[in-house]
C-alpha cells in the first residue's frame, strides 16, 4: 500500500454545514439544501459526511461533474450570531457507507477559490485556534481575520 500525500494538514472537526446546488450561469439556487457535517477540512477542500446524496432531482456528484456550470456552495452558519462563511466547491468523490447503522454519504470537496480566500483563511484560522466549537464562534472568527 502506498502513503498518502496531502497538500495541506486536515482538521479533525465535525462541525455542521449546509451544501447548496448552485447554477452559476444562471445564479439560481437548484434544489433544497442539504444538512451535512464538515469532518476533516483543509486549505484546498473537505470530506463530509450528508445523509442523502441527492435533493430534488439532482444528484451532487454527477450534477456538478456533468454541467460546469453547477457548483456546490458550502455554508457554514453561526445560529447564535446569525453569520455565515459561503465556500464554492466542486465534488470530487463520493461513497454510500453501507456499514455505518445511518447509512450516510460521505462526499470529497475541492475548493474552487484559493486558500488565501478571506473565507477560508479565517475557518482555518479559527480551527487551528479553536478546536472545540462553541456558540458564537463565527462572529469570533471574524474578529481574527
Given at each position: ?46 470530506r ?50 453501507l ?23 479565517r ?23
Open positions: 500500500m502506498g502513503q498518502e500525500h496531502r497538500r495541506a494538514k486536515r482538521f479533525n472537526v465535525s462541525m455542521a454545514v449546509t451544501l447548496v446546488l448552485r447554477d452559476t450561469k444562471n445564479r439560481l439556487a437548484l434544489a433544497d439544501p442539504v444538512p451535512g457535517a464538515l469532518v476533516d477540512p483543509s486549505l484546498y477542500g473537505a463530509l459526511s450528508v445523509p442523502h446524496i441527492r435533493t430534488g432531482s439532482y444528484h451532487l456528484f454527477y450534477a456538478c461533474n456533468d454541467d460546469p456550470h453547477m457548483v456546490i456552495h458550502l455554508e457554514v452558519i453561526d445560529r447564535e450570531e446569525g453569520d455565515r462563511l459561503v465556500i464554492p466547491a466542486h465534488p470530487v468523490w463520493f461513497d454510500h457507507v456499514s455505518s447503522p445511518t447509512k450516510h454519504f460521505e462526499l470529497g470537496l475541492e475548493f474552487l477559490v484559493p486558500p488565501e480566500d478571506p473565507n477560508i483563511t475557518l482555518h484560522a479559527f480551527l487551528a485556534i479553536h478546536p472545540s466549537l462553541n456558540g458564537g464562534w463565527l462572529k469570533k472568527l471574524f474578529r481574527l481575520g
